[in-house]
């Protein structure tokens, strides 16, 4: 008998051609730069149009400034109004991203380190207060805050921004911390660490990203706040900065030079805030999801 030996040839997986490739990633850094370009220009065109004057704006609103007149921003620097609404929207922002933080924190570690009953359902009543935006609880929110006798003050912007902040950041924090091994808890407590003193030594510094995320998150959510100042808030003494800019706007309606700005002046701190801690949310948030 003879044998016949039949060779069957590998199959190689074609390559699609170099230009190919190269045509994609033009196409991807097209659109990309495209994107940003309409991202961008509203921002570029508030910034220069506070270097303008009114009637340059008037016959052409698209234009550059001709002569760079910077007398409009100094107007808004010099004005007492607008430190107290920065000095407002700080109170705020801090006291919210600092509860918002401590509560948020702790009631992670219980829900991701500890078995007990109605563990799950307290989770998923922090996971439903996403489903429920600040307009949709505007109306009871406003009662609520009436009946507590904290209308036209911070605290009744920063109690409810607190609340409304706690299920995302307790959503970012519980798989990051429920990603610490418990062999380092086992080890900690033969060392003599109780429960109180593994959170404080070893879950605080291990848990830093994720803290720097949603604390990053909770002050720039606080700072740009318009909705819930504007129906707590009667009080100019008392207004933060989006709410002050609303109000900047329409007392200067006639001077646009000046509106824009004041309104570029109130939106850098939060672009400077979250653009310095970019790449902290990015790699906050990527620890939780592979947590």
């Given at each position: ?66 002569t760079?007149?910077?007398?409009n ?5 010099t ?11 700080a109170i ?37 207060g996403?489903?429920f ?48 091994p ?20 070893m879950v ?18 606080s700072?740009n ?32 030079a ?7 002046l ?26």
């Amino acid at each position: 008998m003879t044998a016949t030996a039949t060779l069957v040839t590998p199959r190689v997986p074609r390559r699609r051609p170099a230009g190919a490739n190269r045509g994609s990633s033009v196409l991807v850094g097209f659109v990309a730069l495209l994107l940003i370009g309409m991202m961008l220009a509203p921002v570029v065109f508030i910034i220069l149009g506070g270097f303008r004057s009114n009637a340059e704006i008037t016959v052409d609103p698209a234009g550059l400034p001709t002569t760079w007149n910077w007398q409009n921003y100094a107007d808004v620097l010099t004005s007492g109004v607008f430190w107290g609404q920065v000095g407002n929207s700080a109170i705020a922002a801090i006291a919210t991203t600092v509860f918002v933080v401590a509560l948020g924190l702790m009631a992670a570690y219980a829900l991701s380190r500890y078995r007990f009953r109605g563990r799950g359902a307290v989770y998923a009543l922090f996971t439903a207060g996403l489903m429920f935006p600040m307009t949709v609880a505007i109306t009871p929110l406003y009662i609520l805050v009436r009946n507590l006798g904290l209308m036209n003050s911070l605290a009744g912007v920063i109690v409810p921004q607190i609340a409304f902040a706690l299920p995302l950041t307790i959503i970012i924090l519980s798989p990051f911390l429920a990603a610490i091994p418990n062999e380092l808890q086992e080890a900690s407590a033969i060392d003599g660490l109780g429960r109180l003193g593994f959170f404080w030594r070893m879950v605080l510094p291990l848990a830093v990203p994720a803290v720097v995320t949603v604390g990053i998150l909770a002050f720039v959510n606080s700072w740009n706040s318009y909705m819930l100042p504007l129906f707590i808030l009667n009080n100019e003494a008392a207004y933060t900065l989006p709410l002050g800019t609303q109000a900047f706007a329409s007392q200067y309606s006639v001077d646009t030079a000046r509106v824009l700005a004041f309104t570029s002046l109130s939106m850098i701190p939060a672009l400077l805030f979250f653009s310095v801690f970019e790449r902290r949310i990015v790699g906050g948030l990527t620890g939780a999801v592979k947590g």
